[in-house]
């Protein structure tokens, strides 16, 4: 049997970082939300007692340090189960992007192996397993708009944005979250409205939602990615209700409930980096333990 799963990318529209926890975390506050840029990741049986994880992508690790394995493992441990899986991820996310690929696909792992294995998982189990690989992870478990709070494996949902383009563009570099988080220790932090954005999003007003956007991690990045500051400059002079940086970066996104200004955004933007994309929102997943 084969189980296949999508495996939607996020953006955040708010991050804000509260401060440096204890346990070398950062507590944050963030609303996330995720998008129709989706890797796709299909679990299926294999005769070997083992995990066999296969990537359309060079340069993402196919053993342990695959995000995918780690939570196959993290299930075949807490379930004990002895059934070996292979897992095809079929990668469309930009890697290293602040747009949560590998925590996508773990997540979406998490969701195929409940089904494969018939394990019947409960939502706050998924949680459970997912806050054991990476803090991405649970908000990836059901996607859709939430806050993410704690170290971001809190999930409150929200509801669904307005409808609209999500325009991408990701610089050539990769960044390194540890590396954003630890330098954003030794400068100011700029703090975003986290609370006016949720009643903004209660409110359907696409426009303060626009003016909302904010993200604590972003001037780190920015210094460090000179391209950032460039984009996002393009992009205002392109048009667009709103724009941000994306996680720890580098991608930029821009929002428009204009097909005309997507378009203009994504000819305008095409000549000037590689990897450009415009996409729409995607709904949460109904989760099979909330039809019981
Ligand atoms: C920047 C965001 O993508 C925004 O959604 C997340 O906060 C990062 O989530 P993530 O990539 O899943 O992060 P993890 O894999 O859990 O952690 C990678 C590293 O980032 C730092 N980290 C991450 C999350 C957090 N709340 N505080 C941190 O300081 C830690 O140094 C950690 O070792
Ligand atoms: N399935 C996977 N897909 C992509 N990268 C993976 C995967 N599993 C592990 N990784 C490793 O994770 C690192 C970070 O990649 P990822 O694409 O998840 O970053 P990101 O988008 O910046 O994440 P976030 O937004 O959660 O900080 C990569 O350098 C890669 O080595």
Same mark, same amino acid.
């Given at each position: 049997?084969?189980? #296949?799963?999508?495996?939607?990318? &996020?953006?955040?529209?708010?991050?804000?970082?509260?401060? =440096?926890?204890?346990?070398?975390?950062?507590?944050?506050?963030?609303?996330?939300?995720?998008?129709?840029?989706?890797?796709?990741?299909?679990?299926?049986?294999?005769?070997?007692?083992?995990? !066999?994880?296969?990537?359309?992508?060079?340069? %993402?690790?196919?053993?342990?340090?695959?995000?995918?394995?780690?939570?196959?493992?993290?299930?075949?441990?807490? @379930?004990?189960?002895?059934?070996?899986?292979?897992?095809?991820?079929?990668?469309?996310?930009?890697?290293?992007?602040?747009?949560?690929?590998?925590?996508?696909?773990?997540?979406?792992?998490?969701?195929?192996?409940?089904? !494969?294995?018939?394990?019947?998982?409960? @939502?706050?189990?998924?949680?459970?397993?997912?806050?054991?690989?990476?803090?991405?992870?649970?908000? /990836?478990?059901?996607?859709? *708009?939430? #806050?993410?709070?704690?170290?971001?494996?809190?999930? *409150?949902?929200?509801?669904?944005?307005?409808?609209?383009?999500?325009?991408?563009?990701?610089?050539?570099?990769?960044?390194? *979250?540890?590396?954003? @988080?630890?330098?954003?220790?030794?400068?100011?932090?700029?703090?975003?409205?986290?609370?006016?954005?949720?009643?903004?999003?209660?409110?359907?007003?696409?426009?303060?939602?626009?003016? #909302?956007?904010?993200?604590?991690?972003?001037?780190? *990045?920015?210094? &460090?990615?000179?391209?950032?500051? =460039?984009?996002?400059?393009?992009? =205002?002079?392109?048009?667009?209700?709103?724009?941000?940086?994306?996680?720890?970066?580098?991608? %930029?996104?821009?929002?428009?409930?204009?097909?005309?200004?997507?378009?203009?955004?994504?000819?305008?933007?095409?000549?000037? /980096?590689?990897?450009?994309?415009?996409?729409?929102? /995607?709904?949460?997943?109904? #989760?099979?333990?909330?039809?019981?």
């Amino acid at each position: 049997m084969k189980v #296949l799963e999508k495996a939607p990318a &996020k953006i955040n529209l708010s991050l804000d970082v509260l401060g =440096k926890r204890s346990d070398g975390y950062h507590e944050v506050k963030m609303v996330m939300t995720s998008i129709d840029l989706a890797d796709r990741v299909e679990c299926g049986d294999l005769s070997e007692n083992r995990i !066999l994880v296969r990537t359309s992508a060079p340069y %993402v690790p196919e053993d342990e340090r695959n995000f995918a394995y780690q939570a196959a493992q993290c299930i075949r441990e807490t @379930y004990r189960i002895n059934r070996g899986v292979e897992i095809m991820i079929k990668k469309n996310i930009p890697v290293a992007a602040g747009l949560a690929g590998g925590s996508t696909d773990a997540a979406a792992t998490i969701r195929a192996l409940d089904k !494969l294995w018939g394990i019947g998982m409960s @939502y706050e189990e998924m949680l459970e397993i997912a806050a054991k690989i990476g803090s991405d992870v649970a908000f /990836c478990i059901k996607g859709g *708009t939430a #806050l993410a709070t704690g170290r971001g494996e809190k999930i *409150t949902p929200l509801p669904s944005l307005p409808p609209c383009w999500v325009v991408l563009v990701k610089p050539t570099v990769s960044i390194s *979250t540890a590396q954003i @988080y630890k330098e954003l220790d030794s400068q100011p932090i700029m703090h975003p409205d986290v609370e006016a954005m949720m009643r903004a999003i209660e409110e359907e007003d696409f426009q303060t939602i626009c003016r #909302l956007l904010g993200n604590s991690l972003e001037s780190v *990045t920015m210094k &460090k990615v000179a391209d950032i500051a =460039k984009i996002k400059e393009q992009m =205002k002079g392109i048009g667009a209700e709103g724009i941000l940086m994306s996680g720890s970066g580098p991608t %930029v996104f821009a929002l428009t409930q204009h097909e005309s200004r997507m378009q203009r955004l994504m000819n305008g933007m095409r000549g000037y /980096c590689s990897q450009v994309f415009a996409v729409r929102l /995607c709904k949460p997943f109904p #989760l099979l333990s909330e039809h019981e």
